[in-house]
């Protein structure tokens, strides 16, 4: 059974940073791209960052640029999403997903996982 699983959410003060996490099994990904995707209420599920487990190319949304960092561990079967320099428009459920492709579409990603929540206050 494949299972992503993401933890790291939380409260955190603008400017502040946290790391999600998103662990993976059921499956390999070693040919998969894993990738970050937020969702604030009323809100469409938007993109945020992308890496091609194998080769490690990556994809990041504009508004998080400069400011978040995604990686992988493959010992650990772990991709993490390292967000630094937060802003309160950053709050949302944060998703891991994984595709064979690397893209921004959520739509043609075909494992999800739970969410966690980020909040960021100003």
């Known amino acids: 059974q494949v299972q992503l699983v993401e933890s790291g959410g939380g409260l955190v003060q603008a400017g502040g940073s946290l790391r999600l996490s998103c662990a993976t099994s059921?499956?390999?990904?070693?040919?998969?791209?894993m990738g970050w995707f937020r969702q604030a209420p009323g809100e469409e599920r938007e993109f945020v960052a992308a890496i091609m487990w194998g080769v490690g190319i990556t994809l990041y949304s504009d508004s998080v640029k400069g400011r978040f960092t995604i990686s992988k561990d493959n010992a650990k079967n772990t991709v993490y999403l390292q967000m630094n320099s937060l802003k309160p428009e950053d709050t949302a459920v944060y998703y891991c997903?994984?595709?064979?492709?690397?893209?921004?579409?959520?739509?043609?990603?075909?494992?999800w996982g739970q969410g966690t929540q980020v909040t960021v206050s100003s």
């Open positions: 059921g499956r390999t990904f070693n040919n998969y791209a």
């Open positions: 997903a994984a595709d064979r492709n690397l893209g921004r579409n959520p739509r043609n990603y075909d494992y």
